[in-house]
């Protein structure tokens, strides 16, 4: 193997690590991000639902009595 053979082992070699490192490097940014989201997000005191909006209506006593309680899809709309 000649100056020229052993040139191109080594362009390849330089290609083949830069190209894989493109690849790579993006699938490391999201597993890093993820891990970090996964050990930063807060810690829930038991309940695992959202807490109610702040002008929600607490009941039937509430300002529409009777009306059956609002959630779900459009729930905003009347």
């Known amino acids: 193997m000649g100056a020229a053979g ?6 390849l070699v330089i ?3 830069v ?7 993006p699938l490391l ?3 890093l991000g993820y891990l970090g ?7 829930s005191s038991g309940s695992s639902g959202p807490a109610p909006a702040a002008g929600a ?3 039937p006593d509430a300002a529409g009595a009777g ?3 609002v959630h779900g899809f459009g729930a905003g709309a009347r």
């Open 6 to 11: 052993v040139g191109l082992l080594v362009t």
């Open 37 to 43: 989201y996964v050990v930063m997000r807060p810690r």
């Open 15 to 17: 290609f083949v690590a």
């Open 57 to 59: 209506a607490a009941g």
């Open 29 to 31: 940014a999201l597993l």
């Open 67 to 69: 009306d059956p309680p």
């Open 19 to 25: 190209f894989v490192t493109f690849l790579l490097a």
